[in-house]
T-cell receptor, first 112, second 115 residues
């Protein structure tokens, strides 16, 4: 049982480039989330999804896009990378209200 | 809207000493509360959770937390810490009502256990 899998683990982008951070879970969870973690700031919610075909913005959605075509996958797209998007990105999933979220190992992104 | 405040950004403590990491939350609805631990270069791992019932919750690695509704707090405690407890700890809240899906995290407390 792999849980939540994120790829890649590390990536360096140049300003203006695009990329997709992949996230997959094999626990049949309805809810999926993308967070970014910056030093001293905790985790900030970027986007979340309550099921296939349904997504919504979190606290810091600007510069990002998501899609949820299947229950398992929840990719995060950066269209025009900016230095402010240098961060560690975590994907998470949960099954139902009140239960804990399970986290992936993170993607460390640097934009130069 | 919910929010979480972790009052200490860093807590140094000697090995085998007790520790308390503080967490206060704000919410207009009933909540579920969580503590997560993050070791260097890893994801977040659940330590414990409060959903309902007994206000004293026991988790993994000897940690426990007490839910105090009147003080809107959910402080994490361990009676005797080990070097291996050195990590960052996050308190999180999720609304208990229907239609509430988001986990809101505090800014984290870095626990450093000294030999």
């Amino acid at each position: 049982n792999a849980g939540v899998t994120q790829t890649p683990k590390f990536r360096i982008l140049k300003i203006g480039q695009s990329m997709t951070l992949q996230c997959a879970q094999d626990m049949n969870h309805n809810y999926m989330y993308w967070y970014r973690q910056d030093p001293g700031m905790g985790l900030k919610l970027i986007y979340y999804s309550v099921g296939a075909g349904i997504t919504d913005k979190g606290e810091v959605p600007n510069g990002y896009n998501v899609s949820r075509s299947t229950t398992e996958d929840f990719p995060l797209r950066l269209e025009l990378a900016a230095p402010s998007q240098t961060s560690v990105y975590f994907c998470a999933s949960s099954y139902s209200s009140g239960l804990e979220a399970f986290f992936g190992q993170g993607t460390r992104l640097t934009v130069v | 809207a919910q929010s979480v405040t972790q009052l200490d950004s860093q807590v140094p403590v000697f090995e085998e000493a007790p520790v308390e990491l503080r967490c206060n939350y704000s919410s207009s609805v009933s909540v579920y509360l969580f503590w997560y631990v993050q070791y260097p270069n890893q994801g977040l791992q659940l330590l414990l959770k409060y959903l309902s019932g007994s206000t004293l919750v026991k988790g993994i690695n000897g940690f426990e937390a007490e839910f105090n509704k009147s003080q809107t707090s959910f402080h994490l405690r361990k009676p005797s810490v080990h070097i291996s407890d050195t990590a960052e700890y996050f308190c999180a809240v999720r609304g208990g009502g229907s239609g509430t899906y988001k986990y809101i995290f505090g800014t984290g407390t870095r626990l450093k256990v000294l030999a």
